[in-house]
Every structure is written in structure tokens, then in C-alpha cells.
Nanobody
């Protein structure tokens, strides 16, 4: 099982941008589908984005699709989530996740993913 380590979170102002990173360790040739979820206290983990191994398929939650961009560097084994025009409602812990499946009808459900990072906090103030 791979380990996922997120970075790039922080405290920002409304309208700022952030790039979150997720490093896969150890380096692997396994073709993982990667995803990003977020969670606030007392709420369920919420899907935001997913990207197939070859970057041929990208999925976004409707609430973020105009501001979130997910991409990956398979040579470096790093996945990124670029967020622009941050809003206070984006405040959450952001989790990177990986799955061995190439596609899944229930990809928005946390239970369908195999590995999780420890999360990185994003706080957006108005």
C-alpha cells in the first residue's frame, strides 16, 4: 500500500490561489487513479476532483469545477490540485486519495478509494 503525503495548505484570503501537492511514496509504476476530497468538522468527507492515471479522464464536483484544476506528474509521482479564487466555504482539511481502479461509478464515495493521506488544512478568511 502506498503512502500519500499532502502539502501546500495554509491560511489565505478570499480570492487567493493555492496549489496543493500529493506525493506518492514509495515511487510506483502502479497506475493509480488519484483524487482529492475535503472535510470540515462534523461533516462527511466531500469529493472535489479525480484524475485517471493517464490524465485522460478528469472529474470535478459541480461546486468547484470552475475553480479547481487537478493534474499530475507521473514521473515525479506527484498529484496537484490548483485552486483559484478561494472562498471562505473552501475552508477544510484537504485529503489526497488513490485507487487501483481505472474508473468507478461511485467515485464520489470515500469508501471506494484505497489509500489516504493525512490531510492538509486550508483556511480562507474573508
Amino acid at each position: 500500500q502506498v503512502q500519500l503525503v499532502e502539502s501546500g495548505g495554509g491560511s489565505v484570503q478570499t480570492g487567493d490561489s493555492l496549489r496543493l501537492s500529493c506525493a506518492i511514496s514509495p515511487p510506483t509504476s502502479t497506475r493509480y487513479t488519484m483524487g482529492w476530497f475535503r472535510q470540515t468538522p462534523g461533516k462527511e468527507r466531500e469529493f472535489t476532483a479525480a484524475l485517471s492515471w493517464d490524465a485522460g479522464k478528469t472529474y470535478y464536483a459541480d461546486s468547484v469545477k470552475d475553480r479547481f484544476t487537478m493534474f499530475r506528474d507521473n514521473v515525479k509521482n506527484i498529484t496537484y490540485l490548483q485552486i483559484i479564487n478561494l472562498k471562505p466555504e473552501d475552508t477544510a482539511v484537504y485529503y489526497c486519495t488513490a485507487a487501483r481502479w481505472a474508473s468507478h461509478s461511485d467515485y464520489k464515495a470515500p469508501r471506494t478509494w484505497n489509500s489516504w493521506g493525512q490531510g492538509t488544512q486550508v483556511t480562507v478568511s474573508s
